[in-house]
């Protein structure tokens, strides 16, 4: 009962964070005229918000494991708390950058030991109970395009968002707090957390552990950058903002879908082979909806490629975490690190793109990442026939 709980809030808990990391995407044609400022300075602004990100990825699986996750957990919803009421008073853009800043670091910390504390919680079917966690982040994401458009749609200030977000996590964090859990509490000794970093060594020195790093650095940088940048495309194209979030919002539901199929999908097949065939799927949709030119063709492309495309990064998470189930914490961490590295280059890269050349660039970087992830996906299943967990 108390683990159905903790999945509950936990679930909660990303939901608003997916709305607080989808909802400046929208947003970024906005900012960027009340702000004054160009388009690659928001890209690099959403840059520094996936730093903060693989900075929480880093060091809080670490700290979790030496002060108790129950710890670290109620210090990123302070911190997520913090940050919206910094973004709500913001009246210029390094403030605004900063919060952001502070919202990534809480983000990182939240989602890392959220996804920890469900693979200790629900050891029999990680696979599943990982995927349909996320699921909650990725409704909050198909959500916050939704509310862009009803605010814009009813002339409201956009900060109102960001005050709700605030107000709302400040809520679920007291019940967070009074939630108790054999997970929460676990530490390790000094000697314990010592034998972490060394661990971190032999994490790095495995071929499965590294192919599912790679394949996270591509899944979270095109994944992130694709929805934070899909707005300011069809701007382009002469789609308002308040439509375009409704498009988009149709898109991370289907994403949404798609990880309810692989979430029942992973007990039945090889993951790695689900993964490759995905991404490739994947591909094949993105390519159909870049050369189309009718409207509801290209929306319905999009749409097949959320579907296919979800869920290879919780995929290959959880099969990095199955090298060593005890580690969960540190290898969540390798691996929400390296595709927080992702996150930051693609963010850049595609607010270069969009400002010094096309916003169809998007496009371009999205599907060479396919292609890679194609190829290490490949790579991945052809190795994972000599799996061997990391003691």
Same mark, same amino acid.
């Given at each position: 009962m108390v683990s159905r709980k903790l999945f509950t809030l936990l679930f909660i808990q990303l939901f608003l964070i997916g709305i607080g990391g989808s909802v400046v995407g929208p947003l970024i044609p906005i900012l960027s005229g009340s702000f004054k400022i160009s388009l690659d300075i928001v890209g690099s602004t959403l840059s520094l918000n996936a730093f903060g990100l693989l900075l929480a990825s880093m060091f809080s699986g670490i700290l979790s494991e030496r002060l108790g996750k129950k710890n670290i957990v109620a210090l990123g919803s302070i911190l997520f708390t913090l940050s919206f009421m910094g973004l709500y008073l913001s009246d210029n853009f390094i403030y605004f950058s900063i919060s952001y800043l502070l919202f990534g670091l809480s983000w990182g910390t939240i989602t890392l030991?959220?996804?920890?504390?469900?693979?200790?919680?629900?050891?029999? /079917?990680?696979?599943?109970?990982?995927?349909? #966690? /996320?699921? %909650?982040?990725? #409704?909050?994401?198909?959500?916050?395009?939704?509310?862009? !458009?009803? &605010?814009?749609?009813?002339?409201?200030?956009?900060?109102? &968002?960001?005050?709700?977000?605030?107000?709302?996590?400040?809520?679920?964090?007291?019940?967070?707090?009074?939630?108790?859990?054999?997970?929460?509490? &676990?530490?390790?000794?000094?000697?314990?957390?010592? !034998?972490?970093? !060394?661990?971190?060594?032999?994490?790095?020195?495995?071929?499965? &552990?590294?192919?599912?790093?790679?394949?996270?650095?591509?899944?979270?940088?095109? %994944?992130?950058?694709?929805?934070?940048?899909?707005?300011?495309?069809?701007?382009?194209?002469?789609?308002?903002? /308040?439509?375009?979030?409704?498009?988009?919002?149709?898109?991370?539901?289907?994403?949404?879908? %798609?990880?309810?199929?692989?979430? !029942?999908?992973?007990?039945?097949? /090889?993951?790695?082979k689900l993964m490759r065939f995905f991404a490739i799927l994947a591909f094949v949709f993105l390519f159909g909806a870049f050369i189309s030119d009718n409207l509801i063709l290209k929306i319905i492309f999009l749409i097949l490629f959320n579907f296919s495309f979800s869920g290879i990064g919780a995929m290959s998470l959880s099969t990095a975490i199955k090298q060593n189930p005890h580690y969960s914490g540190p290898i969540t961490g390798v691996i929400n690190s390296f595709g927080f590295t992702g996150t930051i280059i693609f963010q850049y890269t595609a607010g270069y793109l969009s400002e010094n050349y096309s916003a169809v660039g998007i496009f371009y970087t999205s599907l060479g990442a396919l292609v890679l992830m194609i190829i290490f996906s490949g790579i991945l299943n052809y190795y994972s026939g000599t799996r061997k967990e990391i003691k």
């Open positions: 030991n959220s996804n920890a504390l469900i693979s200790d919680t629900f050891e029999l /079917n990680r696979g599943r109970a990982i995927i349909r #966690l /996320n699921i %909650g982040f990725l #409704l909050g994401c198909a959500f916050a395009p939704l509310i862009v !458009s009803g &605010i814009l749609s009813f002339d409201i200030n956009y900060r109102y &968002i960001f005050l709700f977000l605030a107000l709302a996590n400040a809520i679920l964090f007291i019940s967070i707090l009074l939630l108790k859990h054999g997970s929460f509490n &676990i530490k390790k000794s000094k000697e314990d957390l010592l !034998s972490f970093f !060394s661990v971190y060594r032999k994490f790095l020195s495995n071929k499965i &552990i590294i192919f599912c790093a790679i394949i996270s650095f591509l899944h979270f940088g095109l %994944g992130f950058s694709f929805g934070a940048w899909f707005t300011t495309y069809f701007e382009s194209i002469n789609i308002p903002v /308040n439509i375009s979030s409704l498009i988009l919002s149709s898109t991370i539901f289907a994403f949404c879908l %798609g990880m309810l199929l692989k979430s !029942s999908l992973v007990g039945k097949f /090889n993951e790695e």
